[in-house]
């Protein structure tokens, strides 16, 4: 059995659904009452859907559907052999391709990491579907210069292509971007299955207008917002959070100062309980 077949010692026990955007086929979980509001999770690098295991289990026994699927090149999706696939426009395209496909409305945008500027560009050209927002430790703009280079080498100019090209190099780095660094293995095997040989890093600048078309249209999702956040986070530190406090100055906000970059994987219960109070 292929190391992405199992369930992952029961962690993972959500049948696999597939759809095809354009050429590329992707993975996607679908749980919970069918005629329910959505919760449309987008996960980050380097994770895949395994990431919201939790709220996924949790929330659509609470009654909401719950949607979440595995960007190109990520966990159970397919992965193009090329470089040239893995640009930001095309991973919102997938984003729209996964919206329209399964006809998602009253959507809760609940994104992390890159699954920030993957959905907040999907959702601009979808504004009618959206109900609601939930970030975490996420940005949509330029990233600063003052973070660490390793960063933002393969962050900024390598913006789309970095999410599918990173492999284990991104994987291993997992237990330093939380709070807890002792990483359960069975996580950790669930996030290295994916990759299994190192794939090679590229820099390009393709992104970069898409982006900044982004955050200059953010002001455009006039919906309820909530700001869910790691403080301990080394990249996307407070300041991050206090941007998008600017950007949406009426958005709730829940700030855990015990969780680092991968919140969900540090506060899972927290996130659950924080979500749930904002979708009352």
């Known amino acids: 059995m292929h190391a992405l077949d199992g369930d992952f010692g029961g962690t993972f026990p959500f049948e696999s659904l597939y759809l095809r955007a354009g050429k590329t086929s992707l993975h996607y979980v679908d749980v919970g009452p069918s005629g329910a509001p959505t919760l449309l999770f987008l996960h980050g690098n380097p994770t895949w859907s395994y990431l ?26 397919e992965k193009p052999p090329r470089m040239a696939p893995y640009t930001l426009e095309r991973h919102i395209e997938n984003a729209l391709a996964v919206i329209d496909e399964l006809d998602l409305r009253d959507v809760t945008l609940v994104a992390h990491d890159w699954g920030g500027p993957i959905g907040l560009g999907a959702m601009l050209e979808r504004p009618e579907r959206l109900r609601s927002m939930v970030l975490m430790n996420t940005w949509a703009w330029e990233l600063p210069s003052w973070l660490p280079p390793f960063i933002r080498e393969f962050r900024t100019e390598g913006l789309g292509e970095i999410l599918a090209l990173g492999g284990n190099l991104f994987v291993e780095s997992i237990p330093g971007g939380m709070a807890r660094r002792d990483a359960d293995p069975v996580m950790m095997d669930a996030y290295r299955a994916p990759f299994p040989r190192d794939i090679p890093l590229t820099e390009r600048d393709r992104s970069a207008p898409v982006i900044s078309s982004i955050h200059e249209r953010l002001p455009e999702l006039d919906v309820p917002v909530l700001l869910l956040w790691g403080m301990r986070d080394p990249v996307f530190q407070p300041v991050f959070l206090d941007q998008w406090r600017e950007l949406f100055p009426h958005a709730e906000v829940a700030a855990l100062e015990d969780a680092s970059h991968f919140v969900v994987e540090d506060r899972p219960d927290a996130v659950i309980d924080a979500i749930r109070r904002f979708l009352r």
């Open 52 to 77: 919201w295991r939790r709220p996924l289990a949790e929330l659509s026994a609470a009654g909401h559907r719950c949607v979440a699927y595995d960007h190109m090149g990520f966990g159970r999706s």
